[in-house]
């Protein structure tokens, strides 16, 4: 196996401004690489994130996935990549599904055609619960960009780069998430808006999410996908335990229901994955699909499976009471600096 560690290797994080890509580089940080190279087309936070980390080995690339010349420029030299890029916004997806495919897909594609190019050891692409059972443009995109992923692993086996995929569900506190708007609402002394009660999230931390990418990137074998196994809550469970935090004992709700594009729960693996996925523990594995060219398997044969209507969702992991939910979220930083008053 080649040497896929992450002391002193060369790591490129595409869209590395985001919540998970600043993560992702800080975290490095810790971890003696030679270098941390942020590849992104927003100048501005670059900019915002060039003086908040302050580190010598963080390199900064201006550029877009959909640039096959760019991403060249940023992926040439790496030891590792991780390819968190993308659009991301339920809505605008919605709106101009094609700019969706153009950085979602095709942007892919370039990031782990380059890494395949340049002899990257490792490239961890991010995807979603969004891509399990799609209704959505966001959804259906990364789920188009999980299949290239693992048809480009499956053609490029003997090569020396690992490809994988993660997906994640709802993370706390990420940039844009419901914690940061609900502790907003409260302080403004605005009603909460829950779209449904009984809406399920699976609650992950960035650090958790982080820790899955540094499973895939020196564990997996090529085309393989992990998921992190993660509790969840209701929705009204989740804001009653912020609003507890915040010493709210009983906050206004007002329910809005469900918005276009959204799911009662998540999904992070379907039950026809779930047939062939591997228990590791606190990760599930689903392994590449190693089938040629061959197209009979396809149209004349099958395979004997035993039945198995269980999908991997947020309505039937480990679910959290309000206590319960409570103790989870005291463990984030930012709740942590928030309760002590900073």
Known sequence: MTNRRIKDSVVTITGGTGSFGSTMAKFLLTQDVAEVRIFSRDESKQDMMRHVIDDPRMQFYIGDVRNEQSVSQAIRGSDLVFHAAAL?????????????????????????????????KSVVCLSTDKAVYPINAM????????????????????????????????????????????????????????????????????????????????????????????????????????????????????????????????????????AHAEDFGDYYKVPLDTRTLDYRPYFEEGEQREANDDSYTSHNTERLDVAGVETLLKTLPEIRALLAGE
């Open 88 to 120: 991301k916004q339920v809505p605008s997806c919605e709106f101009f599904p094609m700019e969706a495919v153009a950085t979602n897909v095709t942007g892919s594609s370039n990031v782990i055609r380059a890494s395949l190019e340049y002899g990257v």
């Open 139 to 274: 959804g259906m995109t990364k789920a188009l960009m999980e299949k290239t992923a693992i048809a480009l692993a499956r053609s490029n086996q003997n090569s020396d780069t690992v490809i994988s995929v993660t997906r994640y569900g709802n993370v706390m506190y990420s940039r844009g998430s419901v914690i940061p708007l609900v502790l907003g609402q409260l302080k403004s002394g605005k009603p909460l808006t829950i779209t449904d009660p009984n809406m399920t999230r699976f609650l992950m931390s960035l650090s958790e999410s982080v820790d899955l990418v540094k499973y895939a990137f020196t564990e997996a074998s090529t085309g393989d996908l992990f998921v992190r196994k993660a509790p969840a809550s209701t929705v009204e469970t989740l804001f009653q335990a912020i609003a507890n935090i915040a010493g709210v004992e009983k906050p206004e709700i007002n329910v809005i229901g469900v918005r276009h594009g959204e799911k009662l729960y998540e999904s992070l693996l379907s039950s026809e994955e779930m």
